[in-house]
């Protein structure tokens, strides 16, 4: 079992970087995949990106390919967010989730822990 928390999540303009953390607390951090989802108020929660146990393979939703970076830190039991040239639709609540085992899905359904939510707000 994992517990997550995320933080780094704050207000930005509109072109500014944003670097958000989950750290996972419990054991075997390494045998989780771990994904980064958003949601909007009033919309369903969608995938933003994922990482597989070992960190060497990621996926990313096409709304933010190019400006987003997905890393882990196995040592540190942490994963993060990088978030570059953020843009006023990025405003939401970015939600870290594990996932157990070799695979790294796409779908929030496949995520059985998932952290309490850190709020974006980009201003443009």
């Known amino acids: 079992q994992v517990q997550l928390e995320e933080s780094g999540g704050g207000l930005v303009q509109a072109g500014d970087s944003l670097k958000l953390s989950c750290a996972a607390s419990?054991?075997?951090?390494?045998?989780?995949?771990m994904g980064w989802f958003r949601q909007a108020p009033g919309k369903e929660r969608e995938f933003v990106a994922a990482?597989?146990?070992?960190?060497?393979?990621?996926y990313y939703a096409d709304s933010v390919k190019g400006r987003f970076t997905i890393s882990r830190d196995n040592a540190k039991n942490t994963v993060y967010l990088l978030m570059n040239s953020l843009k006023a639709e990025d405003t939401v609540v970015y939600y870290c989730?594990?996932?157990?085992?070799?695979?790294?899905?796409?779908?929030?359904?496949?995520?059985?822990?998932w952290g309490q939510g850190t709020q974006v707000s980009v201003s443009s």
């Open positions: 419990g054991r075997s951090f390494s045998n989780y995949a």
């Open positions: 989730a594990a996932r157990f085992g070799v695979t790294t899905p796409q779908t929030m359904g496949e995520y059985g822990y």
């Open positions: 990482i597989n146990w070992s960190g060497g393979y990621t």
